[in-house]
């Protein structure tokens, strides 16, 4: 009994080795076969932060400035004409340039002449081919100057031409001086008057409004360039022909000095108010060729001294009629002196006045 239940046990063992062969021969193959699959399998690899890469501006334009647009600026000088010292004003016609490396920038639309009344621009043009931007236009203007008239007319007069960017402030655009190559024609001329230089300076000017931009407070700065022309004048014949009326009235005034009083005394009121009127005619006209000035001038020097010389000569008739009747020597010896002491104080007054006027 105890074999027969031996051999079922026996005959169960081959089987389980059998199966357990196989077994360890399927761990094996996917011992082998699993690293591989494994290796061969995509192994996910974390994110790299990366930086943008800003967008290139488009082709054919540049980035915007940092700074203010520099704009080199200069001027020559063609015709100089129309001096008008009553109205203020003179005419000029010049070529002014804008060199700079902004190719939006358009100095011919915005640049103008501050201080010209009416002013002209043409014949614009634009060329690149150097590299820069280099603009020219030629401008016609009527332009408005404070006359110095303290020595007319001896005087030297400092003409301006004031160029300005009326668009864009001193923040975004700087007018730079070309005084280099800033000229005046060889060929200008202007009678009675020597051409004595040329100056050209560049300069920001302040003005006590913002214009409206919410960006600043109060104030405003612009940059801008000014051509001064320096002129001297020959004064010594416009002298005599300005103020010979003048010199009319004083001799006039002291023709009645030498005359006799006992026989001419109507003679010498009537050469007096002759006097007069010929110095009034002639103010007349020296009004109306100089403007009005708040200093003390060499003509109104010459006319004080004139109107003066004119009371003198009257106010001496009126005195001798009450020296005559009480001592008609005394009354010559007082003839005398006021004609001499009137004529060597005009004489003396005005050529003191001459002298300095020419030497500024």
């Known amino acids: 009994m105890a074999a027969a239940l031996r051999f079922p046990s026996f005959a169960l063992r081959r089987p389980l080795r059998a199966l357990a062969s196989r077994l360890i021969l399927v761990a094996l193959v996917l011992g082998v076969s699993g690293p591989a699959l494994a290796a061969s399998e995509p192994v996910p690899t974390p994110p790299v932060a990366t930086t943008p890469t800003p967008a290139a501006p488009p082709t054919g334009e540049s980035p915007a400035p940092a700074g203010p647009i520099s704009v080199k600026t200069g001027l020559f000088l063609t015709q100089l004409y129309d001096f008008d010292m009553a109205k203020r004003s003179f005419t000029a016609t010049f070529w002014a340039w804008f060199l700079h ?83 005046i024609d060889s060929s200008v001329e202007v009678p009675g008057w020597t051409i004595e230089g040329l100056t050209v300076r560049d300069v920001d000017v302040v003005y006590n409004t913002s214009y409206g931009d919410p960006t600043l407070q109060g104030t405003s700065a612009y940059s801008r ?80 001294t004139s109107f003066a010389s004119i009371f003198l000569a009257a106010f001496t008739v009126v005195a001798m009629q009450g020296l005559h009747k009480s001592s008609p020597r005394l009354s010559r010896l007082f003839n005398a002196v006021m004609g001499i002491g009137t004529m060597v104080a005009y004489l003396a007054v005005n050529g003191w006045l001459i002298l300095q006027a020419a030497a500024s």
């Not at 010199?247 to 005394?265: Q, R």
């Open 101 to 183: 490396n902004d190719d939006k920038y358009n100095p011919a639309q915005t640049v103008e002449i501050t201080n010209a009344k009416a002013s002209q621009g043409k014949f614009a043009s634009l060329d690149s081919s150097k590299g820069v931007n280099w603009q020219q236009v030629k401008y016609n203007a009527t332009i408005q100057e404070a006359w110095n008239i303290t020595h007319f007319p001896f005087d030297r007069q400092e003409l301006a031409i004031v160029l300005e960017d009326a668009q864009s402030d001193a923040s975004a655009v700087k007018l730079v001086a070309d005084s280099a190559n800033s000229r």
């Open 225 to 304: 360039v000014v051509a001064t022309i320096t002129m001297k004048r020959h004064g010594l014949r416009l002298l005599f022909s300005t103020f010979i009326g003048f010199a009319v009235a004083f001799l006039l005034a002291m023709l009645t000095f030498p005359l006799s009083f006992e026989s001419m005394g109507g003679s010498r009121i009537g050469l007096c108010a002759a006097a007069v009127f010929a110095a009034i005619g002639n103010k007349y006209v020296v009004d109306n060729m100089l403007p009005p000035a708040s200093s003390f001038t060499l003509a109104d020097g010459i006319q004080a």
